[in-house]
């Protein structure tokens, strides 16, 4: 039943307080009424002192009068954010309501890491660097080309946009080297992750940007595991899967490997290094009346 009686602003932020302060007291800043909105966004600027804040502010001012901020973020954002690359990806928030959208950081290339021969029947992403080494080394990539995913890290980098946009660049481990973009338009394309909760989420989330993504039957041989608990674990800090988020369920095929691995997962080094004879480049089928 307590209330708050006094001034209004005896809470306001004292970051968000400064910054203000720092626009009031640069004229050239305060003429521009729209940079009211990076007040919204004070937090970005915590730590930084009044001249600091003041120099972030003028560098993105100059970047829009430059007409820089549809050049490439990164060279833009080190040429006139004391000398930061990273400082217009963290802007871009506060740009949003500058009425900015920053541009995509979709310019220069992106490299990833592939196993093949120079005409492949199909793609594979490989969510784990070590099964990316067993399937280079294995019979399967004589017929299709494997491509490290890094677990998040493909789709953490705009791989779908940046495929489009012709801006990755396959850098062959093993094999040949081929146009990524021409081959996943052409080929079939599958996945192959663990088989548990965030390896699911992967897949989805790579599927938002690559349509025809379907997971590899490689899930089948892991499903198996999944009846016996001395070939599965359960999500535990002992194995690193604490704290993991269940997917969406987004087709048929993750709505039931969902539930499949819902309590206990499979790594997919579990099939071993030797993959010969585990089928891999083909679709997850879904076993029948499941």
């Keep these: 039943m307590v209330a708050w009686t006094g001034e209004p602003d005896a809470f306001v932020d004292p970051v968000a307080h400064q910054l203000a302060e720092v626009l009031k007291h640069h004229q050239d800043l305060a003429e521009v009424p729209s940079l009211a909105a990076l007040l919204d966004h004070a ?10 804040m003041a120099n972030v502010v003028r560098g993105l001012l100059q970047c829009r009068q430059d007409g820089a901020l549809n050049q490439d973020p990164i060279f833009t954002s080190a040429a006139h954010i004391l000398g930061s690359a990273k400082a217009l990806k963290n802007l871009r928030r506060g740009m949003r309501s500058l009425g900015e959208t920053g541009g995509e950081e979709l310019a220069g290339e992106l490299y990833v890491l592939t196993a093949g021969p120079s005409q492949p029947k199909a793609v594979v992403l490989i969510e784990n660097i070590r099964s990316f080494t067993a399937f280079a080394r294995s019979p399967h990539a004589q017929e299709a080309v494997g491509i490290a995913a890094y677990g998040y890290g493909l789709t953490m980098e705009n791989f779908g946009a940046r495929l489009a946009a012709n801006h990755v660049v396959a850098c062959p481990a093993y094999g040949d080297a081929i146009n990524l973009k021409s081959a996943m338009d052409q080929l079939p394309t599958f996945f192959w992750g663990d088989l548990d ?26 499903e ?16 690193e899967k604490d704290g993991q988020r269940f997917p969406r369920g987004s087709t048929p095929e993750t709505a039931h490997l969902a539930k499949r691995c819902s309590n206990r997962a499979v790594d997919q080094e579990a099939l071993g290094f030797d993959l010969g004879a585990v089928d891999i480049v083909a679709p997850y089928r879904l076993p029948i009346g499941h």
Excluded: K, V
Aim: charged content about 25%; glycine content about 6%.
């Design 224 to 239: 198996s595991r999944c009846f016996n608990p001395m070939l599965c674990h359960p999500y535990h800090r002992l194995f």
């Design 43 to 52: 937090h970005l600027f915590d730590g930084l002192s009044a001249d600091d």
């Design 197 to 222: 909760r965030e390896g699911l989420r992967i897949f989805e989330s790579l599927r938002e940007q690559i349509p025809g993504l379907a997971l590899s039957a490689a899930y089948e041989a892991m």
